[in-house]
DNA sequence: CAAATCAATAAGTGATGACTTATGCTTTGA
DNA sequence: TCAAAGCATAAGTCATCACTTATTGATTTG
């Protein structure tokens, strides 16, 4: 169970330590596209952009629909929310100043 | 200037893609611990050990204290903060949890 | 039906990366 | 002062990864 999340974890750091993919994701965040619509304005061929979207996919961070013969992908920004739990584990460590703005923050929201 | 914070999300986004090195980071959140305590209970060899030290010190995500012959190093949380900026991107699709880690970032970056 | 389009997979290649052992440099302590 | 400890760097090796071209499968269109 721990062990899953971690690999889950180790998915979406290794997908994204790749600034193509990265670049991939960021874009997808903006809308829905097909693959060929996403390959123009990138150097890269249509297999590499394959392969990126298939990283993605499997690291929970894009979702594919498709229609006919065509894939339309976009970013799930849902799947950046083990990459936030593994971040806010250090939040204990930060300095208690923010900790104590985070306690104000979290109020203010009620 | 974006570019430099680009390239700071890279060093992060890479030296956090290994699992090794996801460890290391851990290990000092932690607390300080110089490089032979830091072997112990690691596979690896000690330069294995001091080249994924200089890979998360150029990321900004350890910092080093030199004393003697020893060289101490504790994971610096703020380093963190270009990772939660990138992520705080996507915050459209994420109502509630990022608007307040924003806020924490804002107060972090002074 | 045939040709073209869209996308994934196959297979191979070069670059990058994580490791190793060997070595050097500095500091400590007997 | 000399040996050992602590750590970094050098250099080489092997695995992984991002890319390429070639091909295939599936769908649309002429």
């Given at each position: 169970?721990?062990?899953?999340l971690?690999?889950?974890e180790?998915e979406?750091?290794?997908?994204?330590?790749?600034?193509?993919?990265r670049?991939?994701?960021?874009r997808l965040?903006?809308g829905?596209?097909?693959v060929?619509?996403?390959?123009t304005?990138?150097?890269?061929?249509q297999?590499?952009?394959?392969q990126?979207?298939?990283?993605?996919r499997?690291?929970g961070?894009?979702v594919?629909?498709?229609a006919?013969r065509n894939?339309?992908?976009?970013a799930d920004?849902?799947?950046?929310?083990p990459?936030l739990?593994?971040?806010e584990?250090?939040?204990?460590?930060?300095?208690?100043?923010?900790?104590?703005l985070?306690a104000?923050l979290?109020?203010?929201d009620?």
């Open positions: 169970m721990t062990y899953a971690t690999m889950i180790a979406i750091f290794r997908a994204l330590a790749d600034p193509t993919r670049a991939v994701f960021e965040a903006a829905e596209m097909s060929s619509e996403l390959r304005g990138m150097t890269v061929s297999p590499a952009v394959s990126h979207l298939a990283v993605l499997g690291a961070l894009v594919e629909r498709r006919g894939a339309f992908y976009r920004p849902q799947g950046l929310a990459l739990s593994w971040i584990r250090y939040r204990t460590f930060w300095p208690e100043r923010i900790e104590r985070k104000v979290k109020d203010m009620q």
